[in-house]
């Protein structure tokens, strides 16, 4: 069994284009309509309540067109949406969530029986850190753990506004917000926004060699291939895959930021 129907990918805005390029790069086969809602980003700032009626609109949308799944690359989404979403509609609804596991999971270490106690930052927006969501996610490793929460809502603008390549500016940003800390003791930043993938390299730069930077991309769109072999929903062997790139932004600058985006 196979399906060539598309798979469904939404973002608040341009960040979850770095989740379509994990698609494109790990399923290959695939066809993917990547929906942004530039027109109303950031979400992270808004209430649960607007999100979860955009995110009804996007998805209601897809449905209309015929897609087999639907991920939706935003944390703040997930966090105000998707159960709602998974109880309204009966195909897969993959979300996501800041990979804390992952960050806090590297302080087992096979050679000793004790787990070293992780220092993690989890950069997000204002939204996915206040929500229940995360706090249950939390809950799970603050206790062996250190784990500081950082809102970063002007990430989401820099790309946005499509100043990405402009480093004196994100450099400057970063330091805003991750002065505070002594690096020199992270262990891990957790990138808990997709916009926020698309600085791992100025991440780098900012933070000493030993810290990891940890993003949940990759683990998605693992999560998404499971789901989809197992209902038999995976494109045929040999197809042609490609992405449709669309926007609530009808601008040019919107829609070629998003291309520049996608093949950077």
Known sequence: MSSSAPIGVFDSGLGGISVVRQIVKDMPNEQVLYFGDSAHAPY??????????LSFAIVEHFVRQGVKAVVIACNTATSAAV?????????PIIGMEPALKVACDRGDVPSDPHHIPQRVIVAATPL??????FAKLMER??????IYKEPCPDLVEIVESGRLGDRDLVMSTLHG???QYDLNRIDSVVLGCTHFVFYREYFRALLPERAAIIDGNEGTVRHLGVVLESLGKLAPEGAHGGVALANSDPSERIAALSRDLLNR
């Open 177 to 179: 917000y991750f002065d």
């Open 128 to 133: 996915t850190l206040r929500e229940r969501k």
């Open 83 to 91: 159960n709602e979403l998974r109880e309204h509609y009966d195909i």
């Open 141 to 146: 490793f603050d206790s062996d753990n250190e």
């Open 44 to 53: 992270g700032t808004k209430s649960p309540e607007q999100v979860r009626a």
